[in-house]
Every structure is written in C-alpha cells, then in structure tokens.
C-alpha cells in the first residue's frame, strides 16, 4: 500500500498536472522506500495505518522526484528551486522522526 496517492503529489506543485500515472507511481514508490529505508530502524515499516505527517512526507518526496527526475533531468529545464525545498524539509523531518 502506497503512502500517499496520485492527486496528493499533484496538490504539491501545478507543473505536476501534466505528470502520468505511471510516472507518479515511480515517484511515490521511491518516496516510500526511501521513508522505509530511513525509519525502518526506528518504526516498523511499512507503516499500516498510515499517520498523516508520513503521507504528506511520502507526497513531498514524490513530488520532488518527479518535478527533478522527469523535468530537470529529461533536459527541460523546469524549475527546481521549489521541488529541493520540498526534498530538503521532508528529509529534515524524517531525521527528526528517526531520532525520537
């Protein structure tokens, strides 16, 4: 089960509307891994229910994977300045979370 769904990394940035499914989904997946791999020493992962603040983490990450991997990657030039705000907050918070 993903953390988060399709229209909350979309909510994250208007550029991401023209994003597809299937793009969205590597996204999320790699959100989702990477929050597992980063907490999975701390909590038991993967997390069922899903508590809100990793939803939106798994959102914000996903967000930023698309908007770098997909737009800035691919040569287009988008930007990216907002998308590494997203990355550096959620990795911020997931240092916290491993911490407690």
């Not at 993903?2 to 793009?23: G, I």
């Not at 069922?48 to 967000?63: C, G, R």
Request: overall charge negative.
């Amino acid at each position: 089960m993903a953390y988060c769904v399709d229209t909350d990394v979309k909510k994250r940035a208007e550029l991401l509307s023209s994003v597809s499914s299937p793009d969205l989904a590597n996204g999320i997946a790699w959100a989702d891994g990477l929050i597992d791999a980063r907490l999975g020493g701390r909590y038991s992962v993967p997390f069922n229910p899903v508590p809100v603040i990793i939803k939106e983490l798994s959102a914000d990450l996903a967000a930023y994977y698309c908007v770098f991997e997909l737009h800035v990657a691919g040569g287009e030039g988008a930007p990216v300045e907002g998308a590494l705000e997203l990355k550096n907050r959620a990795m911020e918070l997931l240092g916290q979370l491993q911490q407690q």
